[in-house]
Structure formats: structure tokens, C-alpha cells
């Protein structure tokens, strides 16, 4: 029997959710954003394990850090938020909505990159921040180089 884990991911913790097919919760906790923690948690609930996280701008990290899942699903925040809109939000009842979500086979996948293509990412963004320096700097001295110019012809 698969058990389904609904993760609520934060910056330096996450709220985590463990329930079984019949959706009985076994488990939930706040579990901090370490390897060691994630994988001692994890390695507690019975296999095979399905994990379901939200994107965020952390998961890759998420990911390296909690080997101990047997399926790493990422799921799209605004389609969650359509299909499951709560009254009450808090981290408890996302992980347990991700989690129910997990076991009813209702998630909204979003694509995951593979490590290759983040690194791409990573360096299109470089050049991308960097092509926007060169330019913010030629149009500071854009002025000064016309102001010599000018004190030049005279």
C-alpha cells in the first residue's frame, strides 16, 4: 500500500503530511529543510512512498535533500489552489490537501528540470543580469562621453 506525503515547503522548514490510501493520517510534523532530518522522517513511514511538493524557487534543493521517496511529484500552486480552495490555510491543511490530492491521483503536475537544464537556466540568467549591467553602465557614460566631446570642439 502506497503511502502519500503532502510536503508544505518553506525557506529553511517544511510542513509535512504522511497519510495511507483509505486517507488515514499517520503521520505529520514540522521537519526542518536538512537532509539528515528529511530522510530520518521519511525513512519512518511505511514504502512505497509518494512525495508531493508545490513549485517553488527551492525545490531542487528539496529534492537532493529527500532521496528517501520512491516518487517526487511537483505540483503547479495556482492549480492546486483551483482544484482544493480552502476557508482555512495554514501549513497543516496544505500538506494534508497535497496529501489527499496525492491519494486520489488529482495533482496538477508541473514539468521538473532536470539538473542539466537548471544549470542552462542558471546561465542564461547570468547573461541575461550581466547584458543589463553593460548597458545600465554605457548609459551612465553615455552623458560624461558626450559633455568631453563638447568641451573638446571648444
Not at 71 to 91: C, E, F, G, T, Y
Not at 120 to 143: D, E, F, M, S, Y
Request: glycine fraction near 4%.
Amino acid at each position: 500500500m502506497k503511502t502519500h506525503v503532502g510536503v508544505d515547503l518553506h525557506q529553511r522548514f517544511c510542513y509535512v503530511t504522511a497519510m495511507n490510501a483509505s486517507g488515514k493520517i499517520l503521520r505529520q510534523a514540522q521537519v526542518a529543510n536538512e537532509s539528515e532530518a528529511l530522510r530520518v522522517w521519511l525513512r519512518q513511514l511505511p514504502g512505497p512512498r509518494q512525495v508531493v511538493v508545490e513549485a517553488s524557487g527551492f525545490w531542487p534543493a528539496f529534492a537532493r535533500a529527500a532521496p528517501e521517496s520512491d516518487r517526487l511529484v511537483m505540483v503547479h500552486p495556482q492549480r492546486v489552489k483551483a482544484i482544493a480552495s480552502a476557508k482555512l490555510k495554514n501549513d497543516r491543511v496544505d500538506s494534508e490537501t497535497l496529501a489527499h490530492l496525492s491519494r486520489c491521483d488529482l495533482l496538477p503536475e508541473a514539468w521538473m528540470a532536470d539538473e542539466a537544464t537548471q544549470q542552462l537556466r542558471l546561465l542564461v540568467r547570468l547573461r541575461i543580469t550581466l547584458g543589463r549591467q553593460r548597458a545600465r553602465a554605457k548609459n551612465q557614460l553615455r552623458p560624461l562621453d558626450m559633455l568631453w566631446r563638447g568641451s573638446a570642439d571648444q
